[in-house]
């Protein structure tokens, strides 16, 4: 297989230069050429596919997408491409890798599998909030404690680090980027170390390559068993700063998280080259970030606008991202994602519940957790909103995909005309659903939990 450094090298020298409009403007066109020409159709009705030909035909159009317009370097502007033959091959180099990795350590330890479409292996839940503005010190402490304590959390997303240093603000690629980081990676430690649980799997999201760097310590740090979070630009683009996350793990030794966030109405146009362009996107994490047998990868889907995941729509669109990985890969996928509703309310229970049964049933594991996407307070994140995603996957991930796609439009009802941020409920911070001393959840959270556990019940769910 064709090596990073070799990656590099048509990153910086060897691609051919262009404008990043013109780059853009390929993704469009080609993507409404394929979408055409290899028969890709939305069908608002089932958000969850069962025709294993579409999902393979879908598949075969993400590949043609990224061997025709490639990925975009925005830092030298150049185009890394691949020929056919070496994209196939690394395809091929993937079977012969175990399709496993080992997440955590001690007695927290953890096998991530490769999982099948409605396998009978029940999903993990890489828990976390997606929280970007967290208060320092104790608060961060409990609200991941939180999280922790919750024996259905496999492990912990976090990141990035609160946006002041012992009170102090900073810019990136600062001295004070450097002391906020490590002071999150410590008070992660301290959380898990808390409820008996220091082995635990935990997944960087740094601002910048400087803060992962210094959080990197097999002690009281990220440990080699640990992993880092590798964005793509939207569309299909990359950058030094996420080339050179790339790099540092490969010599320090953890693991990858690749992941990408496909806009539905963004450069790829409709519904249907948006599904295109998320294909193209993993491939980007097999040949360019080098995730096979080093990590696992992370799949979302919002709309332009709002930007949110709780659509049909985009439903569709990562369902069957993760159906096609999931027959014609050997990665080992995931997702989470950003929801209209704050926690603490009934709606965002049941738009996590939907995000968990289309990631689930599509052979995927729980990635990243879930927040609201315009967060409008401090500290919105609790850890009964993971405990409850790791409750869908499990309950809905076996199950028969005609039956999912049942559950997922009685769900999509549930909040249907409610997305826009004047109309979705705002939420309430972790002090207002917690109590911060005891971390336990406050009895009014853990009603509306029960009720939206109940409904689901109800609908033939075993919980």
């Known amino acids: 297989m064709i090596s990073f450094w070799e990656v590099i090298d048509r990153a910086y020298n060897k691609g051919p230069l262009m404008r990043q409009k013109h780059f853009d403007l390929s993704i469009f066109r080609n993507a409404s050429e394929l979408k055409d020409e290899f028969e890709i159709q939305f069908d608002p009705q089932r958000p969850v596919t069962s025709d294993d030909d579409l999902v393979d035909r879908a598949f075969q159009a993400g590949l043609e997408l990224f061997l025709r317009v490639g990925i975009y370097n925005i830092s030298s502007e150049r185009v890394i491409r691949f020929e056919r033959e070496e994209v196939e091959e690394a395809l091929d180099e993937m079977l012969k890798v175990p399709d496993e990795v080992f997440i955590g350590q001690g007695t927290e330890q953890r096998i991530l599998k490769k999982r099948r479409i409605s396998d009978s292996r029940p999903s993990l839940t890489i828990g976390g909030f997606i929280e970007d503005n967290p208060d320092e010190g104790d608060m961060f402490i409990q609200m991941y404690k939180s999280l922790a304590q919750e024996k259905l959390v496999d492990g912990i997303y976090f990141g990035p680090a609160p946006k002041t240093s012992q009170g102090r603000s900073y810019n990136f ?35 910048s390559p400087l803060g992962t760097c210094i959080a990197f310590d097999e002690h009281e740090g990220l440990r080699r068993s640990d992993a880092l979070t590798i964005p793509t630009i939207s569309e299909l683009k990359v950058s030094s700063d996420l080339l050179n996350r790339v790099a540092i793990s490969m010599e320090y030794g953890c693991q990858r998280n690749p992941f990408w966030t496909i806009i539905v109405g963004g450069f ?63 990665l080992i ?41 315009k967060l409008v307070k401090p500290n919105q994140g609790t850890g009964l909103e993971s405990r409850w995603m790791a409750e869908v996957a499990k309950a809905t991930g076996h199950m028969d995909r005609e039956e999912v796609n049942e559950v997922v439009k009685y769900i999509l009802g549930k909040f249907e005309g409610c997305i826009r941020p004047d109309i979705a409920p705002e939420g309430f911070s972790f002090e207002e659903l917690y109590d911060t001393k005891t971390c336990e959840v406050r009895p009014e959270y853990l009603e509306r939990y029960k009720k939206v556990k109940s409904d689901l019940a109800s609908k033939g769910l075993k919980f």
Not at 286 to 305: D, E, K, P, R
Not at 342 to 359: D, F, V, Y
């Open 173 to 207: 690629n600062t001295p004070l980027e450097i002391r906020a980081s490590r002071q999150a990676i410590s008070y992660l430690r301290e959380a898990t170390r808390s409820v008996g649980r220091p082995g635990l799997h935990l997944l960087d999201a740094s601002y």
């Open 268 to 330: 790829a146009g409709s519904v249907e080259g948006s599904v295109i362009a998320s294909i193209a996107s993993a491939l980007n994490a097999i040949m360019v970030y080098q995730v096979h047998g080093a990590g696992y990868v992370m799949s979302s889907t919002i709309l332009s606008n709002p930007p949110v995941t709780s659509d049909a729509r985009t439903y569709w669109v990562r369902n069957l991202c993760l159906q096609a990985l999931a027959r014609n890969t050997n």
């Open 333 to 373: 996928c995931g997702g989470g994602g950003s929801l209209a509703a704050g926690p603490g309310t009934e709606q965002q229970l049941w738009e996590i519940a939907g995000l968990a049964s289309i990631i689930a049933v599509a052979g995927g594991h729980i990635m990243h957790g879930a927040r609201k996407s």
